[in-house]
């Protein structure tokens, strides 16, 4: 997007929104300050942007060809805004790349929210690639998709991009060449999937931290068309199968039979006297074994040699016959003449094994009937969706109805402003922790980022009394009393709080238990709780259930364990992205778990060139003692850290790393403008 036509979508917003607050009468919008200033804001914002794009933006390629001598060949898994982001920046410094896509179309995370969905911190904030222009301070999905897909087109990614393409396999290539051994500063070469696309130098792995929606199944969630389906499926092959089982055995056993008595009457030895056991001829066993008795008499003997074709018995069975005959000669009573009972009663009568038994007394579908009733108890008042499907409700499903939001993270926030933007009476949001929840301010996220320990200290106190000050003003019980602002990811939103004031949220602190018939049932806890902790349970009744559970982390199983040695998994690699195996496997924004600071910002170039000059420059190589050596010493200053030394970090420590990657390396102060700033290092057939 150009300056003119961002400053022409600016105008456009403005003008739209005061001839729609006019038709309504809405005099306060039409004269709003506020929004005027934030108009002219936008205006010099855009500007701003035009000189970024100005300084930093790397040449793209001309034609598609290009280049036409590559200085080595690059994949990329994940065609996303960071693999997007990593494609351009390597093709524009004369690296020829393959994108490798599971889907159908670039976007990542972006491409599966909702439309309403936008980004929680300044754009400003957001620029994932040099060339980005962003019409406003927060822009929506749709304008973030159509960026990614700018980029993509404009340094010709296009032609290569494999789409519908799963990655399963990332090994290593012949290892002859004499440069593949990483403690030599040399690197492996890889093949991806069959390598029908060739050996790549190095892989940049772009999956991201947010995969499938993860859709919790709380008791009492009602079937999807899916399960019912299976269900029934399953049911009717269940019972085909039983039946032709039964078939089966009931058939067999007539001809096995029909054969034994034609055997008998052809007068063919039994296998006793086959093989002289005379211990067969004193049992008699039916062919289904459903009853037996001991023979000693001759004329037994001849019917059990009648008989004896039924089957055979084995000799632990046929001692414990010949031990019964001997008790029954010396008068031994059976065990119904030493413990009489009458036929109507029950010998496990009143005891604890008939009480299990009878409360394991299950129906045809293997439910238990004493809790039945509780299984029954589904929720069927309206929808229940994942917080990524917001864009399904209509406002007749929300309009005038109760919400419940089960989960308080950035999804599940957005999803009570969307409820409550649809109409819905109320929202009821039930978190199982609090989070902090910081204001879209600028200036205030800048500085908090900016903290360079990424870790609570003994001052971080004073930044959690500034955002209380600030964001928490008459709910400040809402504020975690647990957790300190540098120990998770904190929400950035303005509108929730206000909500809850207002009285149009609800929130309740508390662990769900199930779904029921009207609503949710929640373990209710007190703000000095922690998660598990015993409290009250109540019921939350409302109309529709948003899931905000989050999304699954996306697994590397196509990556070697080799390349993970214990102690260095994720996220503990060196400067948080590199494996510490080896160097040319690069996981930007796959290694995260959480942060102050941005995913989409310009570490994504900077890593990125970070992996191109060590490809270009062997004495720039860190061997993989090196590696660990970083990743120990990082250990070592953030020892004691919650959630370790690398699961959470903020961008000015990220910074400090990337500054230092050159700092304590002379050799590599010549690279400093390249990688920091991507200045140099493009093909002159770009130019032409």
């Known amino acids: 997007m150009s300056v003119v036509k961002a400053e022409y979508h600016n105008l456009a917003a403005y003008t739209s929104s005061t001839l729609s607050a006019a038709r309504s009468f809405d005099v306060f919008t039409v004269l709003s300050p506020n929004r005027f200033f934030l108009f002219v804001f936008n205006i010099f914002y855009i500007v701003a942007q035009g000189f970024i794009v100005w300084a930093f933006k790397p040449k793209p390629p001309r034609r598609q060809e290009q280049p036409t001598k590559p200085l080595g060949r690059v994949a990329v898994i994940g065609a996303g805004l960071t693999g997007v982001s990593s494609a351009a920046h390597a093709i524009a410094h004369g690296f020829d790349v393959v994108i490798f896509e599971q889907g159908e179309k670039v976007g990542g995370i972006w491409s599966h929210v909702n439309s309403t969905s936008g980004l929680q911190l300044n754009s400003l904030l957001y620029r994932f690639h040099p060339g980005v222009m962003w019409s406003s301070a927060f822009p929506l999905r749709d304008e973030i998709l159509g960026e990614i897909e700018r980029v993509w087109k404009e340094y010709k990614l296009d032609s290569r991009t494999r789409f519908k393409t799963r990655v399963t396999s990332v090994r290593r290539a012949d290892g002859s060449n004499g440069d593949a051994d990483p403690n030599s500063q040399g690197h492996a070469r890889w093949i991806i999937n069959d390598g029908e696309d060739g050996i790549f130098d190095a892989v940049i792995v772009t999956v991201g931290t947010c995969g499938k929606p993860r859709m919790v199944k709380f008791e009492g969630m009602p079937a999807t068309k899916e399960e019912k389906d299976a269900g029934g499926k399953d049911r009717e092959e269940r019972n085909n199968g039983e039946e032709a089982w039964s078939t089966a055995a009931h058939e067999s056993s007539q001809a096995i039979r029909a054969d034994q008595h034609r055997k008998a009457d052809a007068k063919f030895p039994t296998p006793g006297e086959a093989y002289h056991d005379d211990s067969v001829q004193d049992s008699i066993t039916t062919i289904d074994g459903a009853t037996s008795e001991i023979s000693s008499d001759h004329e037994e003997q001849k019917h059990a040699q009648h008989t004896a074709w039924t089957g055979e018995t084995s000799k632990a069975h046929v001692a ?17 003449e030493a413990f009489p009972t009458s036929p109507s009663e029950d010998p496990q009568k009143d005891t604890k094994a008939k009480s299990l038994l009878d409360k394991g007394d299950n129906d045809e579908d293997g439910e238990s009937k004493d809790t039945k009733g509780e299984d029954a108890d589904v929720f069927t008042k309206g929808p229940v969706v994942h917080s990524s499907e917001l864009d399904k409700l209509s406002e007749d499903h929300v309009k005038g109805k109760e919400v419940i939001v089960i989960g308080s993270g950035a999804s599940g926030v957005e999803a009570v402003e969307t409820a409550l933007a649809k109409g819905a009476k109320k929202a009821i949001i039930i978190a199982r922790e609090d989070k902090w929840i910081i204001p879209r301010n600028i200036v205030l996220d800048t500085l908090i980022s900016a903290q360079p320990f990424g870790r609570q200290m003994p001052l971080s106190f004073l930044w959690e009394q500034i955002v209380a000050l600030w964001n928490y003003t008459g709910v400040r019980d809402l504020a975690p009393k647990n957790t300190g602002i540098f120990e998770g990811t904190p929400v950035v ?34 703000r000095d709780s922690r998660p598990g902790d015993k409290g009250a349970v109540k019921e939350i009744h409302g109309d529709v259930i948003v899931l905000a559970t989050g999304y699954e982390k996306p697994d590397v199983e196509f990556l070697g364990k080799e390349l993970f040695p214990e102690g260095y998994e994720r996220p503990n690699l060196y400067l948080q992205n590199f494996c510490t195996e080896d160097w040319s496997i690069l996981m930007t924004n796959s290694a995260y778990m959480n942060a102050i600071g941005t995913v989409g910002h310009f570490h994504i170039g900077i890593y990125t060139r970070i992996l191109l000059t060590l490809l270009m420059d062997k004495d720039a190589r860190p061997t993989p003692k090196d590696m660990k050596l970083w990743v120990d010493v990082i250990r070592f200053i953030k020892k004691g850290a919650k959630g370790g030394a690398l699961g959470f970090f903020t961008y000015m420590e990220l910074t400090i790393w990337l500054l230092l990657f050159h700092v304590l390396r002379l050799d590599r102060l010549r690279w400093v403008f390249f990688i920091m700033q991507g200045w140099g290092e493009t093909p002159s057939e770009y130019h032409h």
Do not use: M
């Not at 016959?321 to 119904?336: E, I, L, N, S, V």
């Not at 949220?505 to 007190?526: A, F, H, K, M």
């Open 320 to 336: 414990e016959r010949h031990d019964q005959d001997k008790k029954k000669r010396a008068g031994f009573p059976t065990p119904a």
């Open 493 to 526: 939103n303005d509108e929730f709080l206000r909500h809850v004031r207002r009285g149009k949220c609800d929130y309740i602190r508390g662990d769900t238990q199930r779904l029921t018939s009207n609503g949710v049932r929640v373990n209710v806890r007190g």
